[in-house]
């Protein structure tokens, strides 16, 4: 399984508890990709990452992770207390020589600030992410659905099922 670094800008966050201890975060994660498989969206890669929960010596979670361009969504999966936690990410991760650059500390910073003015925040980049988004966090919510229906378990509401989203011009909204 391979190391993830987490995206240099995140777009969204979206968590929730369900009341079902029992369940299988493999299965779920199993479920996931044959959601997104139905999607037949190009370009298109998932696998299981293992992200670290803290500092250098910290432990590692198990995520999964969709990739498709620029755009990353990790879902996690795991039993917390007496239910079963499902949170997602949707960021944007960076490739090649700038990813490495942008890691240097003082350097990278700037290099970020100047990736933003070469490549700005269009309505197709936003878009983009947003379609990406859509199709992911769909499924994710399809699988929590037939989970919850199958277990009698009360189903989200349409409040529960909206992701925090970044607003790109500098605030967070719901």
């Known amino acids: 399984m391979a190391s993830a670094r987490k995206p240099s800008t995140i ?7 369900i009341d079902d201890p ?11 990709e044959e959601e997104i498989r139905g999607q037949a969206l ?8 293992n992200m670290s929960e803290g500092g250098l010596l910290a432990a590692k979670r198990e995520y999964m992770q969709i990739r498709r ?21 949707l960021g944007e991760i960076e490739s090649g020589l700038f990813a490495e ?6 350097l990278g910073p700037f290099l970020g600030f ?10 197709y980049r936003v878009d983009t992410a947003l379609m ?19 277990k009698g378990i009360r189903a989200l509401s ?8 970044r607003d790109f011009f500098g605030k967070v909204s719901g």
């Open 11 to 17: 777009i969204s966050h979206w968590y929730h508890m």
């Open 22 to 32: 029992d369940q299988s975060s493999q299965e779920f994660y199993g479920a996931i």
């Open 42 to 49: 190009d370009d298109t890669k998932w696998e299981r990452v």
């Open 69 to 89: 361009k620029e755009h990353v969504f990790h879902v996690c999966a795991a039993p917390f207390g007496t239910g079963f936690f499902v949170s997602c990410w």
């Open 101 to 106: 650059l942008v890691r240097i500390p003082y």
């Open 114 to 123: 100047l990736r933003l003015m070469a490549k700005p925040y269009t309505y």
């Open 132 to 150: 990406f988004q859509s199709v992911t966090h769909g499924a994710v919510l399809e699988v929590i659905d037939r989970l919850t229906t199958a």
């Open 158 to 165: 349409a409040e529960d099922r909206k992701p925090v989203m």
